[in-house]
């Protein structure tokens, strides 16, 4: 039964997460779980609210869209947080049913995305600016001090989510790279959220931690883990 399935892999989580925060000194109350349902059917998506979780993450806009349509249509209710890369021309889309978008790392990506926000939808939408751990500006994430591109500069690009009146400026996300430890990766993250909260006090949200370092995460600070295969199980390989 795949009810059963999910609901044993939400409560292996759900034990990982309070082991995670005793550890830490912390209150599971601070840790946000999101469910990255990528790849797994709007059926999965009811299972998961009909057994109490209330937020779900998606990485592409071509299947989130109608996955998140065929979610409201089965009468369940879950906050969508988009967490994947965005291009600008699927600003219109998202904010149609997004919540929260984990991944703005670029001002003209932040400047579409208020765009599509003010045309499209009534109430303001969460942005957390995705962050580059390594400073490799060839991959995901705003780039922390000198940047060749000042489009992909974090003090930029944090600036123009919080002066976009239809965007609230949540906090900061990132992905571990593959060739650093979770924690190195994660003590960083730390240090960039402490720079951006001395700007900007109420962007407190730190998304940080998926299915193989949520421990490390939540030790430094994570508000929002992000696990899809610890709870969905392991996902067919993407193309
Ligand atoms: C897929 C994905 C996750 C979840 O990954 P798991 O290893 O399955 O937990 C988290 N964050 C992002 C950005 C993802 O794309």
Redesign the pocket.
């Known amino acids: 039964m795949r009810e059963e399935e999910i609901a044993a892999g939400l409560a292996a989580v759900h034990e990982r997460i309070g082991a995670a925060c005793a550890a830490a000194g912390r209150d599971p109350g601070e840790v946000t779980l999101v469910v ?1 349902t ?1 790849t797994y059917p709007a059926s999965d998506v009811q299972v998961l609210a009909k057994l109490g979780v209330t937020d779900v ?1 998606e ?1 592409r806009d071509q299947e989130a869209a109608p996955k998140a349509e065929e979610v409201a249509a089965l009468g369940a209710q879950v906050r969508w947080h988009f ?2 890369q965005l291009q600008r021309n699927k600003c219109r889309s998202v904010v149609g049913y997004a919540d929260a978008v984990h991944s703005i790392d670029g001002v003209r990506l932040a400047r579409a995305l208020a765009g599509a926000a003010q045309r499209h939808r009534e109430r303001p939408l969460d942005v957390l600016v995705q962050v580059s751990i390594d400073g490799d500006p060839a991959r995901g994430g705003a780039v922390v001090g000198a940047t060749v591109d000042p489009d992909r500069d974090f003090d930029r690009v944090a600036l123009t989510v919080a002066e976009a009146a239809p965007l609230r400026l949540a906090g900061v996300m990132a ?1 571990a790279p593959l060739h650093w430890s979770p924690e190195a990766a994660f003590e960083r993250l730390t240090e960039v959220s402490a720079r951006l909260r001395a700007a900007h006090p109420e962007a407190t949200a730190v998304s940080a931690g ?3 370092d949520l421990e490390a995460a939540i030790g430094y600070g994570a508000t929002h883990v ?5 709870v969905l199980g392991t ?1 067919p390989k993407l193309r």
Do not use: C, L, Y
């Open positions: 990255v990528k993450g990485n967490v994947g992905v998926m299915s193989a992000r696990i899809g295969s610890a996902r």
